[in-house]
């Protein structure tokens, strides 16, 4: 039994990370006792209450009062928790802005509690994702079936990746469950790596390419999803129907189901570019408000990730919408679509096509919760333009990957990621002019977008994690930083998320970032960081420094090579974001900042939070925000912290992102980051 | 019914907080986390809410005196507290807090204050009503305060 166990774990430190293959057997047999509980509330009354609670249930609970403290452990031990249970009002942090970032980088279940039932309240919770709400005085009664979350959202996961038709990888996977077959997997706990997500399993594994992944989802790399998207655009976004984008991309072994879930992604994502409210499933063709046309179709997709990037980071939602209709092919005429503040967010989760989106309603879940991260980052970023940067960056950086593929970008290039930059220009939604394609995901939303639409790629990438983990992000990230990478990047990019990398559009920016393969060892561990920082000291200073990409690029790689950034370095994820961010803040928006904190914070928890805290504040924020999106994405399966170098659509979305910095700023940087090869990146 | 007399009081006087709206359900779902493991679990989640609950009481009190009243800042106080207050079952300071909250929102000054001078009232009294509760719970000696009789 697990209920003395639960005392034992119960330290601060990250949770018991330590369970043997023993143990995970006989706690699989005796799920859902031994699961573990994180739970965070600043009552203490409440706390203390909760955790006898949820002990009596024969959990393994760790508490916390202060959520900063709370996503250090979630970070340091990304397998160490099964759920987190949070208060909504806590004064270090809100509640839903922990939600989001768990959403992002980790994709875990969370649940919210507040003595406050209003209905509004409550919503919110669900549109951040929240897994359910649970209204205080918490009876034992309403703990006692919190397991239900962890095992569905495992087993959309599955679904995932049966979708993806890894038919007999879900199988391996289900049986490994049903056998309780722990060997396999690196979790700690038992059941968990059954029941878990396949990730866990493909941690040691370092959640690897896709076709490692335990986990059925399919990684919508750069490319792929550029195809997708030159599918779609060919189609025309209101015929763009599952089967015909399938037939005209014609990518042996994907499937209906993959284009379909990562279609509604797109939809989602694009009808956040175009400032619509989160409505995920809905979001295409509605959207369309002018500047969105553009981005219409794309911003139904990444709609959900840009949105939460424009949310978080303040992306400009031009941006994320000039990237999108960049991305869409179209000249997004308009890109600056300004986007209504903080549909930012949604602009980038488009970035993440993953497929675990395929999840579907999780997705859709999860972008939303993506998205309201993102908002939460986003507010760290503060206005700084950084944050829109940041999100311009992003949402280019995804939208790069989508413009890049519509080869609109191109001549954007840095139009879109300079609309990332416009940070400031928060109201202006991106220039047309010069994003003209590039959406301006992230006009001067202010809130860096970019954080977005990390926040949106990161939980691509984390694959399951579905909408927005932010792996859409990453590509923004990258896209600025790695607008260099546009070509690299376009076939590697961390695999999910957008083909950004690739925009040929893109063209100044090559980044020098190794595109995450390259990227990948060497970002991986501080690289990935470094970048962050950098930028956004840089960013700060409005340098335009061209990032070494590198580092951006490597963290989105990491990502996606999910095995090499990710696994190993989280960092690399932090990079990524920063990068992205920094091309976004060009301006020397504090977005860079922002960006890098998330990028840091992909970067594993370690790592970013080091890099955060060296980066500027800001950026800390940014980074958390951006690296908890990050990761999710790229990691498919593993760390989140792959965030970044998943998505590969970076590349795109860097250069979209960099294309938008123009019009904030002098964006043109699209990196500016010159100055931060990823290497040096100063701590 | 206890045959311990002591036992018998300490039920009497548990029966009448509830009778009288001192103390709701939720001070049973606290009482039936009690077990051998923590045998003064109610107790010492009692105590923890009162000294962490009187800082907020201290907050709102200065928030009061000043001039004019930061009502959102009043209603965030307030909300803490009846959260906390609302976790251990405190049922009649719960309703005043409620109360404090609805003045808040409808920028009614003389209310809050009224409400918050009634509520201090309730807080103390739930407090002595308490504190003799457990003093008399220690005396009887172990026994599970909600029901199974040892």
Not at chain 1, 174 to 181: G, H, N, P
Not at chain 1, 585 to 599: E, L, P, Y
Not at chain 2, 17 to 34: A, C, I, T
Request: net charge negative.
């Amino acid at each position: 039994m697990n209920s003395s166990s639960g005392k034992e774990y119960m330290s601060t430190a990250s949770s018991s990370t330590g369970w043997k293959a023993a143990d995970a057997a006989a706690a699989a047999d005796q799920f859902p006792a031994g699961l573990r509980v994180l739970v965070v509330d600043d009552d203490p009354t409440c706390l203390m209450i909760l955790e006898k609670m949820l002990r009596t249930c024969l959990y393994e609970v760790t508490k916390c009062n202060r959520a900063e403290i709370a996503l250090l452990m979630l970070r340091e031990n990304k397998n160490g928790f099964d759920i987190v249970i949070s208060d909504v009002h806590m004064p270090d942090m809100d509640g839903f802005k922990l939600l989001e970032h768990i959403g992002l980088e980790m994709d875990l279940p969370v649940i919210m509690m507040s003595a406050d039932d209003g209905k509004h309240v409550v919503m919110k919770g669900v549109t951040h994702g929240a897994c359910d709400y649970l209204i205080k005085p918490v009876r034992i009664e309403a703990l006692k079936n919190i397991w239900q979350h962890v095992v569905r959202k495992r087993k959309n996961e599955w679904k995932d990746f049966e979708q993806s038709g890894s038919v007999e990888e879900g199988d391996r996977l289900l049986k490994q469950a049903d056998d309780a077959d722990y060997s396999s997997s690196a979790n700690e706990g038992n059941w968990k790596s059954s029941k878990r997500r396949k990730d866990d399993e493909d941690e040691t594994d370092e959640r690897d390419d896709t076709s490692t992944l335990k986990k059925p989802r399919v990684v919508w790399s750069v490319e792929l999803h550029q195809q997708f998207v030159a599918a779609v655009n060919q189609l025309g976004i209101d015929k763009a129907v599952p089967k015909k984008i399938l037939e005209l991309m014609n990518v042996p072994g994907l499937t209906r189901e993959n284009v379909a879930s990562h279609l509604q992604k797109y939809r989602l994502y694009l009808r956040r570019l175009s400032g619509v409210s989160q409505h995920p499933s809905n979001l295409n063709s509605s959207f369309m408000s002018p500047q969105e046309a553009a981005f219409g179709p794309l911003s139904s997709l990444n709609g959900l990730d840009l949105q939460t990037l424009a949310a978080t980071g303040q992306l400009p939602a031009q941006s994320l919408a000039t990237l999108q209709a960049a991305g869409l092919g179209r000249s997004a005429g308009k890109p600056g679509i300004p986007m209504p503040s903080v549909d930012q967010r949604n602009i980038f989760s488009f970035e993440n096509p993953k497929l675990r989106f395929g999840e579907g309603q999780q997705q859709h879940v999860n972008n939303n919760k993506q998205m309201n991260l993102l908002h939460g980052i986003p507010t760290t970023m503060e206005p700084k333009q950084l944050a829109g940067l940041h999100h311009t960056a992003q949402s280019m950086g995804n939208m790069n990957v989508q413009v890049a593929s519509n080869g609109s970008q191109s001549s954007q290039n840095n139009p879109l990621l300079m609309q990332m930059a416009q940070p400031q220009a928060r109201g202006q939604v991106i220039n047309d002019s010069s994003l003209g394609h590039a959406p301006r995901l992230l006009s001067p939303m202010g809130q860096p977008i970019l954080s977005n639409g990390i926040a949106t790629n990161v939980s691509t990438k984390t694959g399951i994690q579905e909408n927005i983990r932010a792996p859409s992000y990453n590509p923004v990230l990258q896209t600025s930083l790695m607008l260099n990478f546009p070509t690299n990047h376009a076939s590697e990019l961390p695999g999910n998320s957008f083909p950004l990398g690739t925009t040929p559009g893109i063209p100044s920016l090559t980044p020098k970032v190794a595109f995450p393969e390259d990227v990948n060892s060497d970002i991986k561990g501080s690289v990935g960081f470094m970048l962050s920082y950098d930028i956004f000291s840089d960013l700060n200073q409005h340098k335009p420094q061209n990032w070494e990409l590198q580092n951006i690029g490597m963290t989105f790689d990491a990502s996606q090579h999910s095995n090499n950034l990710q696994g190993n370095h989280n960092h690399s994820q932090p990079v990524l974001v920063q990068q992205g961010f920094s091309s976004g803040q060009v301006n020397g928006q504090n977005k860079s900042a922002t960006v890098v904190s998330k990028a840091m914070f992909s970067a594993g928890d370690s790592t970013g939070h080091a890099s955060a805290q060296n980066g500027n504040q800001h950026l800390n924020s940014l980074l958390v925000d951006g690296t908890v999106r990050v990761k999710s994405e790229t990691v498919a399966d593993a760390t989140p912290t792959n965030l970044y170098p998943d998505h590969f659509g970076q590349e795109d979305l860097m250069s979209a992102l960099l294309k938008q910095q123009d019009p904030i700023a002098p964006a043109e940087h699209e990196f500016d980051f010159d100055g931060y090869s990823l290497d040096n990146i100063p701590e | 019914m206890e045959r311990n007399p002591m036992r018998r009081q300490l039920q009497t006087m548990r029966k009448s907080l509830f009778d009288q709206g001192y103390l709701d359900d939720q001070f049973v779902q606290l009482e039936e986390l009690q077990d051998d493991a923590n045998p003064n679990f109610v107790e010492e989640v009692v105590t923890l809410y009162y000294r962490d609950s009187g800082r907020i009481i201290l907050n709102i009190e200065q928030a009061l005196e000043r001039k004019t009243f930061d009502f959102n800042k009043l209603d965030a106080y307030m909300h803490q507290f009846k959260g906390s207050s609302s976790s251990i079952g405190a049922k009649k300071v719960k309703a005043e807090s409620t109360l404090f909250r609805e003045y808040c929102r409808s920028r009614n000054g003389e209310g809050c204050m009224r409400t918050f001078q009634q509520l201090k009232k309730e807080y103390a009294t739930l407090r002595r009503k308490l504190e003799a509760y457990f003093q008399l719970a220690r005396q009887a000696g172990p026994v599970e305060t909600a029901c199974r009789p040892k």
